[in-house]
């Protein structure tokens, strides 16, 4: 009974790997916190002029008279980013195919959250920053870090029920979706039609190996890096590349979940019934056996959830905490804080404390009134307007996308500063909202 209780735990991981996703997400929020404290503390100490000067190093790679340089913040930013929307791209799909976005009951609740929580906070800052030098950032509002929310509900403890998690983390990866559209509608500089349309010819051909049912990593991979190239020189932001990817990366397995029991199983009857008497010849049929079982495993699991799986605790413990660090260096004086009641700052910290909870929840209940969603039976309504207030947690898409709103450095400063306030505000009521109303449900 007991074996059958790990395996039944074992089969639950394979069967819904958000919840993996969650666990990796949560923990890479608390990585997140210490590197976005550790930046801001550097750049307000004796190092901070050292500390902002070593991100604008330049690095490139040059072949003969071509030659291709950027900023070591840049290479961070359009380089290491395109990983990063890589896998949010990786989850996406996999959440439309098969997880929480797979059909029209599981995917309303989240979708109508989502897009209360887009359309309120990007109105709320219109409405402040109608004409001016603010203009471009109502898409900074709009973002929600999945990582520092999760990261909140994980110091909650295990009380807080899977669904509220699985809920959050839907709604944020909606929220990732609306997120790059907008990049790729409004945050995009003049277009090189020539790099352009290398890039569309690229991207036809990563579709024409996918029909092809090829599916070899490598390819696809460097397909993918020629892609990213063609965006960037194109002025098409070059992290989209890496969603693009994503989207052409096959789902299904080269091997059928019955065909790769039924032939483990005769291969590991094989390994427990060698008849073979000579030691050498024993010992390769058992190396050829265990080869042809590891050959079964990595065959049986799709190419999207091998490089899911492969890039994701890179993307959660090292890219998204080096963004943080890189970006998070914001100079705290009294010039810059004597500006939180600047209509950019005021837009920023209002979408996203009160846009953000207000659009999520709105939204959802209306959906749930007129019948098209449906609310999970162990979430109270408290509970969504808790996870709201996470929900409020810009942070990291805030600061990607406030980069590519202001080229001002002290428009970009004063963002952030505001992103920064009303994520911790966001963090702060959300969790203790959700304390309460845990607490009460407890007793």
């Keep these: 009974m007991i074996q059958f209780l790990k395996k039944k ?20 929020g608390i990585v997140l916190m210490f590197f976005t404290i550790l930046a801001i503390g550097l750049t307000n100490s004796i190092f901070g002029e050292s500390f902002l000067a070593y991100w604008k190093q330049n690095f490139g790679i040059k072949f003969g008279d071509w030659g291709f340089s950027k900023s070591l913040l840049h290479w961070i930013n359009d380089g290491l980013m395109a990983v990063f929307f890589f896998v949010v791209g990786l989850e996406i799909k996999r959440e439309l195919l098969t997880g929480g976005l797979s059909s029209v009951k ?7 959250g989502a897009i ?13 920053n109608q004409t001016g030098s603010g203009t471009h950032g109502w898409g900074i509002p709009m973002a929600t870090d999945i990582a520092f929310a999760l990261g909140i509900l994980l110091l909650l403890g295990k009380r807080i029920p899977t669904s509220l998690k699985l809920l959050l983390t839907s709604i944020a ?3 990732d979706i609306g997120a790059v559209i907008v990049i790729a509608l409004y945050y995009t500089s003049e277009i090189d039609w020539v790099y352009l349309l290398y890039g569309g010819g690229i991207y036809a051909v990563l579709w024409i190996i996918n029909l092809l049912k090829v599916r070899s990593l490598p390819v696809f991979l460097f397909l993918g890096v020629l892609l990213w190239f063609a965006l960037l020189k194109s002025g098409v932001h070059a992290t989209l590349a890496g969603i693009l990817l994503a989207f052409t990366i096959p789902a299904r397995a080269n091997r059928d979940v019955f065909e790769f029991i039924r032939s483990n199983i005769v291969l ?3 390994l427990g019934t ?9 010992e390769k049929n058992i190396q050829s056996s265990i080869t042809a079982v590891k050959g079964n495993c990595i065959e049986v699991i799709s190419p ?18 080096l963004f943080a660090f890189s970006n998070a260096g914001v100079i705290i004086n009294g010039d810059l804080m004597s500006k939180v009641f600047d209509p950019i700052s005021l837009g920023i910290i209002l979408g996203l404390f009160l846009g953000k909870p207000l659009g999520i929840f709105l939204f959802s209940y209306l959906g749930v009134k007129i ?10 309504w408290s509970q969504i307007i808790g996870i709201g207030f996470l929900g409020g947690i810009g942070f990291t898409m805030s600061f990607f996308v406030s980069q590519l709103a202001f080229s001002d450095p002290m428009i970009l400063n004063q963002a952030k500063i505001a992103v920064l306030i009303a994520s911790v505000m966001s963090g702060l009521l959300g969790f203790i909202i959700l304390k309460i109303v845990n607490n009460k449900s407890t007793k």
């Excluded at 599981?106 to 109508?112: D, E, N, T, V, Y």
């Design 274 to 282: 060698t008849l073979v008497k000579d030691k050498k010849s024993k």
């Design 173 to 175: 990866i909606v929220d």
């Design 106 to 112: 599981k995917a309303s609740l989240p979708i109508f």
């Design 116 to 128: 209360g929580g887009m359309v309120i906070p990007a109105l709320v800052y219109i409405s402040l």
């Design 371 to 380: 019948g098209i969603a449906q609310k999970p039976q162990k979430i109270c």
């Design 304 to 321: 999207l959830q091998r490089l899911e799986h492969l890039f994701h605790p890179w993307v959660a413990y090292l890219i998204v905490p």
């Design 9 to 28: 735990r074992i089969f639950d991981r394979i069967k819904d790997p958000l919840v993996e996703f969650v666990r990796l997400e949560a923990f890479g």
């Design 268 to 270: 590991l009857e094989q």
